[in-house]
């Protein structure tokens, strides 16, 4: 059962969201939206909306709100914009039930906000329990690529008096699957825990079907040996494993995290997966720490790409600018003994030295797993449609597609 996904958006002036005959003109002409139908229904307008191709039932409100302490502010936000936020006491809900494709649904659902208040200070996206910038918002909307997977959900580390610490997501019930969990963390190895609830979150968003309980999915290669595969147990199991007063035990499931959330655990062999003998993620912590290779598919290696193409203008201003240093992801095909259906291309860093026309000149920084003839330090020459991503670092921070953002504050 998938649940609502709550945003509510911050207009700039609040007098905006009095005009419901300006939002919905502008939703009506918004490129890629159609409307269907209207229906007020007490002080809730429900709409029947076509967002490029799928259907979406939307409804919204003005609604009076408090800045949410302990959501998580996922972007920069200048002073200005802070004070402006502590004194709103007014937004608009957008509830929305989500389709087949999460991503798709996401970034809908921004689109759909961006056209009802196109100025807006900023998105509280209540099911996540995240803060979203206005302009990041603004971006998102009218791009064509949807954001990355990890907007969808947060990632939250509760620590307590001892070393423990509880890993557990927000945002996966809207798209009808399970809160991720990670029981049993420490401060120590809580950062590589994160990593792989983030990478199994992201690839349990692309199936057509759920990932069903002791199901295995492989996630990482911690070396050419080890395989990192694993599986989802159901809270009530996964809290019999440990101290019930633990934090995240069964004593904490009494008010909240006691609904549709499930345990990540490993199955170390493939006579455990086939005996259903499962394992803590733990006894890979030393192999976590290492920098495995974690899996990342076809699908949101295209939707970088695209993003990091149709950005690429914010990279290229940026290039010999002061302080300034350009790193560019290639996608470069391995060598024949390496390639698979999974495995054609080897995504690796390169130094970015310059660019002319549509031709860059880049110094490798790493050394490839799967290319023989490229060592660390080798500059060469590749096409612009050989970028997969890019990353610039400023004096002040690093900015990526994703970032960009960043830069229009700054105009």
């Excluded at 809290?239 to 549709?260: A, F, I, W």
Aim: glycine letters at 4%; a negative charge; charged letters at 25%.
């Amino acid at each position: 059962m998938k649940e609502k996904s709550y945003m509510l958006a911050v207009p700039e002036k609040e007098q905006d969201l009095m005009d419901l005959e300006g939002m919905l003109s502008r939703l009506a002409q918004a490129e890629g939206i159609r409307v269907l139908s209207e229906n007020m229904d007490s002080d809730i307008m429900k709409l029947d909306l076509i967002v490029e191709e799928d259907q979406c039932q939307v409804e919204i409100y003005p609604t009076g709100f408090e800045l949410p302490e302990m959501y998580r502010i996922q972007h920069f936000f200048p002073d200005v914009d802070i004070e402006s936020l502590q004194r709103a006491e007014t937004g608009l809900a957008v509830e929305m039930i989500y389709g087949e494709d999460p991503l798709s649904a996401y970034h809908a659902q921004l689109r759909i906000i961006h056209a009802l208040l196109p100025d807006k200070l900023a998105i509280f996206d209540d099911s996540s329990e995240k803060i979203l910038s206005g302009q990041w918002a603004a971006l998102a909307a009218s791009s064509k690529i949807p954001p990355a997977p990890r907007y969808i959900y947060t990632v939250q580390a509760v620590s307590g008096e001892d070393d423990i610490v509880w890993l557990h997501t927000h945002g996966l019930n809207r798209c009808g699957l399970p809160e991720l969990e990670i029981l049993d963390s420490s401060k120590d190895v809580y950062q590589s825990h994160y990593s792989v609830i983030e990478t199994m979150a992201n690839r349990m968003l692309e199936f057509e079907e759920p990932l069903e309980p002791m199901e295995p999915l492989f996630l990482a290669h911690m070396t050419k040996e080890i395989s990192l595969i694993s599986t989802l147990v159901p809270w009530n199991q996964a809290v019999e494993h440990y101290d019930e007063h633990m934090l995240g035990g069964k004593t904490d499931r009494t008010e909240s995290h006691n609904g549709n959330t499930s345990a990540i655990f490993v199955y170390p062999t493939y006579e455990d997966f086939q005996e259903g003998q499962y394992a803590p993620l733990s006894i890979y912590d030393e192999y976590l720490q290492d920098n495995p290779l974690y899996m990342v598919t076809t699908k949101e290696t295209e939707r970088m790409k695209a993003l990091a193409a149709e950005r690429i203008e914010y990279m290229k201003q940026t290039l010999g600018c002061g302080d300034n240093h350009i790193l560019v992801k290639l996608g470069l095909e391995v060598d024949d003994e390496h390639k698979t259906e999974d495995n054609f291309r080897e995504h690796i860093w390169f130094e970015l030295l310059d660019i002319k026309e549509n031709v860059l000149t880049a110094k490798l920084t790493q050394e490839p797993y799967y290319i023989a003839s490229l060592h660390e330090g080798y500059t060469g020459d590749y096409g612009l449609d050989e970028i997969t991503d890019w990353m610039i670092y400023t004096p002040e921070r690093r900015i990526t597609p994703d970032d960009v953002y960043l830069m229009e504050i700054r105009k």
